[in-house]
């Protein structure tokens, strides 16, 4: 039974920083897909940012444009954990975050569509006050 669990979501003002967390259980996750979604009220799921690994110790990583340069995706395989660093947060980051896994997603320009990933986290909810 796979199971991803994400924590450290919250409240924060405009600019600053959280991190979040989804620790993963019931598999090796070291070859598998990692990818971050969120979901506004009203809105459907938007990919943030995947991490995939290229074999050996090199994992290559993906962004969505609105949040290269302020967002990071990280793994620990040690910890069968992948982080999302966030920085510079906007109001319109606020949103449900939700973690997902894949084992196999045949090419990267697919990692974006939340239907390719089979497994998913219950979600934590970051808040950016204004």
């Known amino acids: 039974q796979v199971q991803l669990v994400e924590s450290g979501g919250g409240l924060v003002q405009a600019g600053g920083s959280l991190r979040l967390s989804c620790a993963a259980s019931?598999?090796?996750?070291?070859?598998?897909?990692m990818a971050w979604f969120r979901q506004a009220p009203g809105k459907e799921r938007e990919f943030i940012a995947a991490?995939?690994?290229?074999?050996?110790?090199?994992?290559?990583?993906y962004y969505a444009d609105s949040v290269t340069g302020r967002f990071t995706i990280s793994k620990d395989n040690a910890k069968n954990t992948v982080y999302l660093q966030m920085n510079s947060l906007k109001p319109e980051d606020t949103a449900v975050y939700y973690c997902?896994?894949?084992?196999?997603?045949?090419?990267?320009?697919?990692?974006?569509?939340?239907?390719?990933?089979?497994?998913w986290g219950q979600g934590t909810q970051v808040t950016v006050s204004s």
């Open positions: 997902a896994a894949d084992p196999y997603i045949p090419t990267m320009n697919y990692y974006r569509r939340a239907t390719e990933y089979d497994y």
């Open positions: 019931g598999r090796t996750f070291r070859s598998y897909v």
């Open positions: 991490i995939s690994w290229s074999g050996g110790s090199t994992y290559s990583t």
